[in-house]
């Protein structure tokens, strides 16, 4: 025996409203205009994440490095770094200024006699005008940092170098009151040789090359080649 649902008619689908070629032509345009968005959204997504990416350092900058990289130089009183793989500096033409700011009397002139022998030019031995706690430092003009560079590693650390008006070739040596001595004989007459690369204090700002006549920045006379010591290369920061 049939049932009256079994008997019942199958659905029918009613067809869907009639649209008129306005509306089919304004949701092509809107699914269009969709499409268009979801493409800038995820250009613009992908373009900061790009942006995240490179101002955090992983990813390097690609171009523009050179222009936007904003140089600090060394000023007056700064610390200044030798020139590029500089290399010591040979001791014609070199004129030392020794000032004693310690309470040691004779302290400048044994150490003016010691450079002396090694064959700079004493042109001042004094005492200093202003006292100097410190142990060694030595102050220079921008042409000549290379120099104070190969001086600095006579004396036992810490040294400082400051950079000062003064004439090419011109090095200024304070002794403070914290004087801890050139180092020994051996291993100044080694040092005199040596042709390792100075190294520059942890502190230094690069020269600016426009205050170093051309004939410096190249890294200047030589000394002689020689293996060095090592406990002497290079001064150390205060």
């Known amino acids: 025996m049939s049932t009256p649902e079994n008997n019942a008619p199958a659905p029918q689908h009613l067809p869907g409203p009639h649209k008129s070629p306005r509306q089919i ?17 995820v250009f613009l997504l992908a373009a900061l994440a790009l942006a995240a990416l490179t101002l955090t350092g992983i990813i390097p900058t690609p171009f523009g490095n050179e222009f ?21 500096v040979s001791v014609a033409g070199a004129q030392l200024q020794v000032l004693n700011a310690s309470s040691v009397s004779g302290l400048a002139g044994s150490v003016a006699g010691t450079l002396e022998e090694m ?16 142990n060694v430092q030595l102050d220079v003009g921008p042409a000549s940092v290379d ?5 600095a590693r006579y004396f036992e650390a810490p040294v400082r170098i400051k950079l000062r008006e003064l004439p090419i070739g011109t090095v200024s040596i304070t002794l403070g009151e914290g004087f801890q001595g050139l180092l020994p004989a051996d291993d100044l007459t080694a040092l005199a040789t040596s042709t390792s690369r100075l190294q520059p204090l942890r502190e230094c700002l690069p020269v600016d090359p426009k205050s170093v006549p051309e004939t410096q920045q190249s890294g200047g006379q030589q000394s002689g080649p020689q293996s060095g010591s090592q406990s002497g290369e290079g001064a150390q920061s205060e």
């Open 25 to 41: 032509y304004r949701e092509t345009m809107a699914r269009r205009q969709m499409r268009i968005f979801s493409i800038i959204i």
């Open 68 to 88: 936007s990289k904003k140089i600090d130089y060394a000023e007056m009183g700064d610390t200044p770094c030798p020139t590029e793989d500089a290399r010591p």
């Open 119 to 134: 064959g700079y030019g004493i042109a001042l031995v004094d005492n200093a005008s202003d006292p100097f706690m410190g």
């Open 147 to 151: 120099l104070a560079y190969t001086i």
